[in-house]
Nanobody
Framework: QVQLVESGGGLVQAGGSLRLSCAAS????????MGWYRQAPGKQRELVAV???????NYADSVKGRFTISRANAKNTRYLQMNSLKPEDTAVYYC???????????????WGRGTQVTVSS
């Protein structure tokens, strides 16, 4: 009932920048929070950044000062601007959205399919 479409991943050299986008669509009444997670090979999925409906943000220590999460409320879209990328940022990045459905007001917790970010040294 809720679809997330991610875009913006790719290959970049260390020190470069990428911007990821996540667009949510479907039977959405409200979005409480939207975040980005990442999973590198052989590692657990970890939180990168999250932004709530009030605009509060939270970042992993490893990306503070380099990554910025923002939103375009009218389009249920969130962005992750990634600057000063490092090889250790290489991972599949997943968008996650939590909110309520318009049809039932039930809560939902949806994931995108992921987008690959590769940072070469």
């Amino acid at each position: 009932q809720v679809q997330l479409v991610e875009s913006g991943g790719g290959l970049v050299q260390a020190g470069g920048s990428l911007r990821l986008s996540c667009a949510a669509s479907g039977s959405i009444f409200s979005i409480n929070a939207m975040g980005w997670y990442r999973q590198a090979p052989g590692k657990q999925r970890e939180l990168v950044a999250v932004i709530t409906s009030s605009g509060s943000t939270n970042y992993a220590d490893s990306v503070k000062g380099r990554f910025t999460i923002s939103r375009a409320n009218a389009k249920n879209t969130r962005y992750l601007q990634m600057n000063s990328l490092k090889p250790e940022d290489t991972a599949v990045y997943y968008c996650n959205t939590k909110g309520r459905l318009s049809s039932s007001y039930n809560e939902f917790d949806s994931w995108g399919r992921g987008t690959q970010v590769t940072v070469s040294s």
